[in-house]
């Protein structure tokens, strides 16, 4: 079915009333005929009024800092690189870089999955220590009120303790909510998996109400992936924290899950959330995944947190005076102090980066350009026998900062290639400043259809403008008047060569629009964006001009 696009407005509106109408027929089905007469009962005997309110206060502070710290609705977006935990040096990435998002995707993304295993962990843990009712209001211990503050505080702590042990500059509060799914996983797996479907349910009908109809382009695009995209390390910090902290709660009430259900809610937590996912870098945009042995490593993780339930009296074998989930735990335990020596060692180098050239200063931030520039904040941290495997070369926008210990790719090579501009957010908590990084080039006619590039990156802020790059010349393909035409850039925009015999005959700046100019006895015309090659009763065209279009009033 095919729909008109002045139709479109009010199909958009009749989806939305179906939804709406499919939504009540779910609920009355649920209410009416559910054989549970109290189905809110069991969350009030352990919650307060039924609610989690720790959940809900995390959920508002988080959202809080990503639209009034970080400006998340500001122009530009939120600045994150000023919000990552880059060092020990810099304690103001560490204080807010586990509850600071990189864009709104990112924040949206972890409020649903608080919202999805928070309330597990918080029903676990309880407002009522017993039962409702058996509340004493004389010991923080009793006291919901206290309870419901002790979670909230206790998920800062955890959050401050991944930007402090976690190697690698960090930003989310995913490693926050992997502890509260590794929390309900131990205490409630059943429920936990549940939760694992119901974030898609609930992702799902989100997108539904916010585009109940979409138009899709097919586009080439470049696309990076998923698993590439996450803080692994941050993510199984996590992750093994809440379910440290879950199994010295079990122990202590001395009630025990089925251990079938631990394993198997571990085991699809960590395959849904791409936790075999064990990837090194091989450029800016290339990454090598080690498929086979990150999934061993999920298989041996889901049954060592397994095993921490086990009764501390349950031998590992039965001659053996080792407590098998004594092992298990000092196991898992040992991971995350290896995490943690690893993230102090790295946290606590402070390096000058390398600008590598012309860049725009930003008080104590700097934005440039550069290709095949090593990363120095991956080979910042010295391992003399894997020193190589340290070291990644990448190309694109970087942003650097000497007094935060900050570098960082913010746009690659081949990102601002495809859209033609950046823009760059930077600051901290106290301001926010932007610059907008702009390439343009001539694509000159190559073999097969191909492309020779040849381009300029610029870099604006504040009303000034200064040229970051400039690659090297690119020759077309076709030969007129037994010459190769070339194209290269200059200070001011480009300029036509022609060379015979690899010599240089003649350069001269490429015309105006709808201009002509003559260079080695060959008459060049630029019509609108593409230049043309004319001799005899030879016209060919050499190269198109691109760029975004908000680079126009500096290059014509």
């Known amino acids: 079915m095919v729909v008109g696009t002045e139709l479109e407005p009010l199909f958009e509106l009749a989806s939305l009333g179906l939804l709406i109408v499919a939504l009540l027929v779910s609920s009355v089905v649920l209410m009416r005929y559910s054989q549970d007469e109290r189905p809110l009962a069991p969350l009030r005997e352990r919650l307060v009024l039924g609610v989690p309110w720790g959940t809900m206060i995390v959920m508002a502070l988080v959202y809080a800092i990503y639209l009034y710290v970080q400006g998340g609705d500001e122009w530009g977006g939120p600045i994150s690189v000023g919000f990552r935990s880059w ?49 004493s209001f004389g010991s923080w211990r009793t006291n919901p009120f206290a309870r419901i503050a002790i979670f909230v505080v206790g998920v800062f702590l955890v959050g401050l303790a991944g930007a402090l042990l976690v190697p690698g500059a960090v930003i989310g509060f995913s490693g926050v909510v992997f502890a509260f799914a590794g929390f309900g996983i131990v205490t409630r797996p059943i429920t936990t998996v549940l939760a694992i479907v119901g974030i898609q349910v609930v992702s799902l009908l989100r997108r539904a109400f916010l585009t109940p109809l979409e138009v899709a382009v097919a586009e080439p695009d470049l696309v990076t992936p998923s698993w ?24 202590a009430r001395g009630k025990w899950p089925d251990l079938r259900h631990i394993w198997f ?12 996912a064990l990837y090194w870098y091989r450029g800016a945009d290339e990454f090598l995944f080690f498929r086979a042995i990150g999934t061993a490593g999920v298989l041996v993780m889901a049954s060592l947190i397994a095993l921490t339930v086990l009764s501390w009296e349950e031998p590992l074998f039965e001659a053996s005076d080792m407590s098998a989930g004594h092992v298990a735990l000092g196991m898992l335990l040992a991971v995350v102090c290896a995490l943690s020596l690893v993230g102090v060692g790295y946290n606590l180098v402070s390096f000058t980066p390398d600008q590598g050239g012309d860049g725009i200063e930003v008080r104590d931030y700097t934005v440039t350009y550069d290709e095949d520039a090593e990363n120095e904040y991956i080979s910042l941290f010295e391992v003399p026998i894997v020193r190589e495997s340290l ?37 901290d908590a106290g301001w926010r400043e932007t610059v907008y990084v702009n390439r343009t080039e001539w694509a000159l006619a190559a073999k ?16 000034s403008r200064e040229l970051l790059y400039t690659s090297e010349p690119a020759i077309a393909e076709p030969v007129v008047n037994d ?32 201009e002509t100019v003559e260079v080695g ?8 964006q593409t230049l043309y090659a004319v001799h005899e009763r030879t016209k060919l065209a050499v190269g198109t001009y691109r760029t975004n279009g908000q680079i126009e009033t500096f290059d014509s």
């Open 228 to 251: 590439a995209n996450t803080a692994l390390q941050g993510h199984l910090f996590g992750l093994l924290v809440g379910v440290v902290l879950a199994s010295l709660l079990v122990q």
């Open 265 to 276: 809610a571990a085991l699809v937590f960590a395959v849904s959330r791409s936790m075999h």
């Open 87 to 135: 060092s020990l040096w810099y304690p103001q990435g560490i204080f807010f870089s586990s509850f600071s998002h990189a864009g709104k995707s990112h924040v949206i993304g972890n409020l649903l999955g608080t919202l999805a295993f928070a309330p597990v962990a918080e029903y676990a843990w309880s407002h009522y220590p017993r039962q409702r009712g058996s509340q």
């Open 448 to 463: 097969n259809g191909n492309t020779n590039e040849t381009y300029k990156v610029y870099g604006s802020h504040d009303g």
């Open 391 to 427: 070291t990644v070369n990448m190309s694109g926008v970087i942003v650097t900062s000497d007094e935060r210990n900050v570098w960082a790719l913010e746009t690659s090579k081949e990102t601002l290639a495809q859209y033609g501009g950046s823009l760059v957010v930077v600051g």
């Open 483 to 514: 010459s190769r035409i070339g194209v290269a850039p200059t200070e001011e925009f480009y300029e036509v060569v022609v060379a015979q015999n690899q010599s240089v005959v003649d350069t001269a700046p490429i015309p105006g629009h709808n």
């Open 521 to 528: 006895g060959i008459r060049f015309v630029r019509e609108e």
